[in-house]
């Protein structure tokens, strides 16, 4: 088996790995884009909570009921914390899966170009070997021909 052969393998295998790191990262990125977008929701949620106890307030409330709204715009904060904490943990799985196929895409673009090295040098060598037989041929006709005339 030619060189380029066996380099062919390693490289298909390489392309291999280097799609499903690909993969891994578009998973990584849907889950970053479905959590920001929760913490959107979320944070909407509180500005529409907030402004729904300003008016309440207008219209005037006891103490208890603004001692709840309170207590749940603090539960609010907390959900969106926990929320921007998940959104930050994506954001760095989705960093090691882009650095990792970059890593991956790399060492398959290295592999090909040592393929295409390999199967130039390979096409000279089989130019140059043929080029000799054709030499080897022309001179063994030329000394037939000598031969024949003597």
Not at 94 to 100: G, P
Request: hydrophobic content about 35%.
């Amino acid at each position: 088996m030619k060189r380029s052969q066996r380099l062919q393998t390693i490289i298909d295998l390489h392309a291999r790995q280097e799609n499903d790191a690909l993969r891994v990262m578009g998973h990584c990125q849907q889950q970053l884009e479905l959590q920001q977008a929760q913490l959107d929701h979320l944070q909407n949620y509180k500005l529409e909570y907030l402004q729904k106890l300003v008016d309440r307030q207008r219209l005037g409330m006891n103490v208890n009921q603004l001692l709840e709204f309170r207590a749940f715009a603090d539960k609010l904060d907390k959900a969106i914390e926990g929320q921007r904490q998940t959104v930050a943990k994506h954001e760095r799985e989705l960093q090691r899966a882009r650095v990792a196929w970059e890593e991956c895409h790399q060492r398959t673009k290295s592999l090909q170009k040592l393929g295409e090295l390999a199967a130039a040098e390979e096409l000279k060598l089989e130019y140059k070997r043929e080029q000799n037989e054709q030499d080897a041929r022309a001179a063994r006709s030329a000394r037939k021909d000598g031969m024949g005339s003597a």
